[in-house]
């Protein structure tokens, strides 16, 4: 038997790490790495994307749904480039990715050879934390432990990149001697917690205030039951970023929903009314949804002291782990005894979710975008995993859906990129196989690199334990999201040449993969498209003829301003203008008192 070559020992590696899955497409970069797969019986798990930008986005996806390490892979030079945006939707969202890479052999390097690049300047700044490159066997399980276990510490994407005459080399450990830099696997983490007298400090500020708002973002996922006690002690509502979607259920009737250029109405008038704020694990950038400055007191938990004092003029800054916080601070709380500023939230809340009723019951043309939420909002099992896309199917992923349970749910939160939903939704079902999947994507989206990932769906689906995957287009024949932020910031009409899609049968398009395929172009349809979808024994796109006309209204408009967004529509007769304005005007009419 031939010795194991350095190929072989990386993938052993990987084992090691307890790696099950990466995400990748091949090339003649990393033949020595493929060949070894193949002598490897295909463990970790190949698994093939159609573009090496799919592989990283699901990649970071299965980290997202797994809470574990995302690993894609890619050949040198265009694949490697490649691989760039996916890994900075990691590197943006905090999310820990390792990137493994080839390169041409060490004997072409400096001379400008085919597909030879600068890998290590190329990944300086995404894999700013960790990027290396293996030149000698002895170096490799250094080289990629410490990719593995930067990338899980800074929650960070990493690089390694591997030429490919080093991949076939005979593998040769580090020994016991001068230069050599041996490694082991595996770690095991602290659990970080501030001082008491620092937990003291915040208790205090917090006892005081008696309009108390609490910021969860995804850091306090794994605190639930610790922030539910807390919101209680405090009389406070909870507002949650997009990336906390899903860290409480929106069904506790205090929790307020989104916030920001995408947010409810009752987070805006929370963040406008309260006088003292708490955030746990959240960076959200957006300081004017916070309260003014001279206006609350406030403390901040998180676990990366990088990232701690932030976006607010922050008076405590405890540095540690969300749960085990929570659980210091929850002792040193007083319960308040004035529940009026609760109560207002939660009134606040209940006709919110009253009005995003209505909204999605808006007469459109043909299908309303935000019922195609709206009617999957109370359909979704319990264990559901739910993705969207950048565009207006995030605004309305963050504002229609009614997250409970144990539902998961993400999208590309600070990148905002177009093109995750579908590989989001393929990494999520490597991570939980038996968990469906739903993902919301725009027409453009799809085309834009959707429709491809639509035929990994098709190679891999009948692997998982639960084949429901199913992809929610809105399809309106638009690149809807900036259409709708010219009108509202250039004041400009739209500009056909730049916005308008060409027609696409998706459904189509899916049935001939063998998928299931579902149009619809009525509202009366949804229900039912639903219910087929999610009783469906593969995976199901729902192609949705939706209005572009419908008008994401940021939750601080006015009604005025409502009616301006409606009016931007150049070429819309007056009475489908007066249907929208119609549409918006409950919401800002319920919710402002001067208009």
Not at 291 to 316: S, T
Request: with cysteine; glycine share 8%; charged share 20%.
């Amino acid at each position: 038997m031939a010795a194991p070559t350095v190929a072989d020992f990386l993938l052993e590696r990987l084992r090691a790490w307890d790696i099950e899955h990466v995400f990748a497409y091949p090339g003649d970069g990393i033949n020595g790495i493929l060949a070894a797969w193949g002598r490897a019986d295909n463990h970790p798990q190949f698994i093939q994307a159609r573009h090496e930008e799919m592989a990283a986005f699901e990649a970071v996806g299965y980290a997202k749904f797994s809470g574990g390490l995302g690993v894609c892979m890619a050949t040198s030079g265009p694949g490697a480039i490649h691989l760039l945006n996916g890994l900075y939707d990691a590197k943006l969202d905090h999310v820990p990715v390792v990137a493994i890479v080839g390169q041409t052999s060490r004997s072409a390097m400096g001379g400008s050879y085919q597909q030879e690049v600068d890998l290590l300047s190329l990944f300086k700044d995404v894999a700013s934390d960790y990027v290396q490159m293996v030149t000698v066997p002895e170096q490799l399980p250094n080289v990629l432990d410490r990719a593995i276990r930067v990338a899980l510490a800074e929650r960070a994407p990493t690089a390694i990149i591997i030429p490919s005459d080093v991949q076939e080399l005979p593998y040769s450990a580090p020994s016991h001697a001068f230069k050599m830099v041996p490694s082991s696997t595996g770690i095991d983490w602290p659990t970080a917690v501030p001082g008491d007298a620092a937990v003291q400090r915040a208790a205090d500020i917090l006892n005081a205030g008696s309009k108390v708002a609490i910021l969860a973002g995804s850091g306090a996922r794994g605190a639930r039951g610790e922030l539910m006690q807390v919101a209680a002690l405090l009389g406070a509502g909870v507002a949650k970023p997009l990336l906390g979607k899903d860290v409480l259920s929106d069904e506790l009737p205090y929790v307020t929903g989104s916030i920001g250029l995408l947010g409810t109405r009752p987070s805006y008038e929370m963040m406008k009314n309260c006088d003292t704020l708490l955030t746990v694990g959240s960076s959200f950038p957006y300081t004017q949804f916070l309260p003014e400055f001279d206006q609350a007191r406030a403390v901040q938990i998180d676990i990366d002291g990088k990232f701690i004092g932030m976006r607010y003029p922050y008076e405590v800054n405890l540095v540690g782990d969300a749960q085990a916080t929570l659980r210091a601070l929850i002792p040193l709380l007083r319960p308040k005894d004035d529940q009026s500023w609760r109560e207002g939230i939660e009134a606040n809340v209940a006709r919110w979710w009253e009005v995003m009723e209505s909204e999605a019951m808006v007469e459109a043309d043909p299908v309303n975008p935000m019922r195609l939420f709206h009617e999957l909002s109370t359909r979704l099992p319990d264990d559901a995993i739910v993705t969207a896309d950048s565009g207006s199917s995030a605004n309305w992923y963050a504002r229609q859906l009614r997250f409970r349970g144990d539902m998961r749910g993400s999208l590309s939160g600070n990148l905002a990129t177009m093109g995750p939903g579908v590989p989001y939704g393929i990494g999520a079902k490597f991570a939980a196989p038996g968990r469906p999947a739903i993902v919301f994507a725009g027409d453009g989206a799809m085309q834009m690199n959707g429709l491809a990932e639509l035929i990994t769906i098709k190679h891999y689906w009948q692997q998982w334990a639960d084949p429901r995957l199913i992809i929610a287009i809105l399809h309106n024949d638009d690149l809807n999201q900036v259409t709708w932020e010219m009108r509202a910031m250039e004041g400009a009409p739209k500009f056909a040449e730049s916005q308008t899609l060409p027609d696409v049968d998706y459904a189509a398009f899916a049935t001939s993969l063998g998928l299931h395929g579902i149009s619809v172009d009525k509202p009366d349809q949804l229900g039912p498209a639903w219910d087929a979808a999610l009783s469906a024994d593969r995976p199901a796109v729902l192609d949705v003829r939706t209005d572009p006309s419908i008008p994401p209204i940021p939750p601080h408009a006015t009604f005025e301003q409502a009616k301006d967004a409606a009016r931007a529509l150049i070429h819309g007769d007056e009475n489908r203008r007066s249907v929208i304005v119609e549409g918006v005007k409950t919401k800002v009419q319920e919710f402002l008192p001067g208009r």
